[in-house]
């Protein structure tokens, strides 16, 4: 099984930021959808973001447009998720997930990922 490793999760106060990582085997191919997805207590998991690694092209979901931002460092394989100017609706647990040689089509549907982290808690207060 491969595995997906997050970190940088935890408590902050509404406003503030936090950086979310999150580190893929090196058997990951160069051109895979790398994504997030948070699922928040008693409702449905929800597509943040995601990447594709061969090009770098972001996708962020409307919902926290101009406050997140997907990146990647290819060199340590790791994807990261700034997010900024926290709410307290965005507490939730976030997950990492991969896509093995897929574009980022369709990113927000989560039956397209192969691989899925074990999560890292947010919690937003007020």
């Known amino acids: 099984q491969v595995e997906l490793v997050e970190s940088g999760g935890g408590s902050v106060q509404a406003g503030g930021s936090l950086r979310l990582s999150c580190v893929h085997s090196t058997m990951f191919s160069t051109s895979n959808c790398m994504a997030w997805f948070r699922q928040a207590p008693g409702k449905e998991r929800e597509g943040v973001a995601a990447?594709?690694?061969?090009?770098?092209?972001?996708y962020v979901a409307d919902s926290v447009k101009g406050r997140f931002t997907i990146s990647q460092d290819n060199a340590k394989d790791t994807v990261s998720l700034q997010m900024n100017s926290l709410k307290p609706e965005d507490t939730a647990m976030y997950y990492c997930?991969?896509?093995?040689?897929?574009?980022?089509?369709?990113?927000?549907?989560?039956?397209?990922?192969?691989?899925w982290g074990q999560g890292t808690q947010v919690t937003v207060s007020s």
């Open positions: 990447i594709y690694t061969y090009s770098g092209d972001p």
């Open positions: 997930a991969a896509a093995i040689l897929s574009t980022c089509h369709n990113w927000s549907g989560e039956g397209k990922y192969n691989y």
